[in-house]
């Protein structure tokens, strides 16, 4: 196999697999290996990036636990610290991983939005289901029920597009999953 047009990373993944997969790396990888700077130096590279990777998983749930607990983010970076990212790396990871913090947060909350969007958006889900459903009861002139699945996606996406939130929040799940079965009772009454 040619490796030549990998690129540093892919050839990390390459090597990485083959070793894991048969305990022994190709002679073409270890090739292009000795063409791109050495075996040592490679090895050198892939266990830096094995430290930086750590770290950033360190830091990442050190930001996390501590926006559970404060939403100050110069507050934040005084207390996460590292010996191995440099400043400014250290503070745009502190900087995206709270930010991605607080969306996750804010995605989760339940507040009068969720509440009357998720109603406002199942209600529209459950028009748009039964006439998605109608449409195919009448197109196969009997009632299946794989659609189901296209149902809850229906009364998901409605939910959604109103909210603004997804199914991560427990609300928006809870009626995703209450108008698709709203739509099969509706269904159940019209074709009785």
Do not use: W
């Amino acid at each position: 196999m040619n490796y030549k047009n990998y690129s540093d990373k892919d050839l990390e993944e390459a090597y990485n697999t083959m070793v894991d997969y048969s305990g022994k790396a190709s002679k073409e990888i270890l090739l292009e290996i000795n063409n791109r700077g050495g075996i040592d130096v490679f090895l050198s590279t892939l266990e830096s990036n094995k430290i930086n990777k750590k770290e950033i998983q360190r830091i990442t749930k050190e930001v996390y636990d501590l926006s559970n607990d404060y939403s100050d983010l110069d507050f934040i970076k005084q207390f996460v610290k590292s010996d191995i990212l440099d400043s400014i790396e250290l503070n745009n990871l502190i900087d995206s991983k709270f930010n991605e913090h607080q969306e996750i947060l804010k995605d989760r909350e339940i507040n009068q939005k969720t509440i009357y969007g998720s109603l406002a958006g199942m209600s529209l889900g459950i028009i748009i289901s039964l006439l998605f459903y109608i449409l195919i009861i009448n197109l196969l002139g009997k009632f299946i029920y794989y659609p189901i699945i296209a149902v809850y996606f229906i009364c998901y996406r409605s939910i959604k597009f109103i909210t603004k939130q997804t199914r991560d929040n427990t609300f928006v799940f809870l009626t995703s999953l209450a108008g698709t079965i709203l739509t099969l009772i509706c269904l159940f009454f019209i074709y009785r």
